[in-house]
């Protein structure tokens, strides 16, 4: 099972754009509607696994399977 996201976190500018942190060190922006419809999604999620799911930084369960695959092996 892959850990779980932390770290993550944002913070709404003036301008209506979400900035999303991770570490405290930038990971994106969301503007416009993606930023609307985030605001509207994590007030019903979670915070961590929203945000890391939206700047592609989460596990997606298949590294080691990935790392064993030959065509990744030192040779």
């Known amino acids: 099972m892959p850990g779980k996201p932390e770290g993550f976190t944002y913070r709404l500018r003036k301008n209506g754009d979400v900035e999303l942190l ?3 060190r930038p ?3 969301l ?3 993606a930023a609307t419809r ?3 999604d994590v007030e019903t999620g979670d915070p961590q696994e929203l ?3 939206v ?4 596990r997606h369960g298949n590294e080691r399977t990935a790392r064993n695959h030959p065509r990744n092996r030192s040779r």
């Open 22 to 24: 991770h570490h405290d």
């Open 55 to 58: 700047t592609g930084n989460y």
């Open 51 to 53: 945000v890391a799911r």
């Open 38 to 40: 985030f605001l509207t």
């Open 31 to 33: 503007r416009g509607a």
């Open 27 to 29: 990971a994106g922006v």
